[in-house]
């Protein structure tokens, strides 16, 4: 069974850093691409960064680009998403999600596994 386990949530004030990390098993990670989601209270899950099978192509959501870096280590078949100059707009479970292929994607149909996520809350 395929699963992915995000963690490195929690609480900071506005302005300050979170790194999440998603660990899953290598049968998942292997040749996929990889996503980062998050859900506010409310909304709609929304995409926030992606990242190919090589690491080598990044796209991300305006709202966060320039503040939020998506990276990852095949190696330990980890996906990390680091978050910069939070804000308290940036409240909300993440999920990380692996894609159907190697590629990067903004759309949450092209991703074909998904963790449980974790709770990010920001205070202003």
């Known amino acids: 069974q395929v699963q992915l386990v995000e963690s490195g949530g929690g609480l900071v004030q506005a302005g300050g850093s979170l790194r999440l990390s998603c660990a899953t098993s290598?049968?998942?990670?292997?040749?996929?691409?990889m996503g980062w989601f998050r859900q506010a209270p409310g909304m709609e899950r929304e995409f926030i960064a992606a990242?190919?099978?090589?690491?080598?192509?990044?796209v991300y959501a305006d709202s966060v680009k320039g503040r939020f870096t998506i990276s990852r280590d095949n190696a330990e078949n980890a996906l990390y998403l680091q978050m910069n100059s939070l804000k308290p707009e940036d409240t909300a479970v993440y999920y990380c999600?692996?894609?159907?292929?190697?590629?990067?994607?903004?759309?949450?149909?092209?991703?074909?596994?998904w963790g449980q996520g974790t709770q990010v809350t920001v205070s202003s």
């Open positions: 990242i190919s099978w090589t690491g080598q192509r990044t």
């Open positions: 290598s049968v998942t990670f292997s040749k996929s691409g």
């Open positions: 999600a692996v894609s159907r292929d190697s590629y990067y994607y903004r759309a949450e149909r092209e991703y074909e596994y």
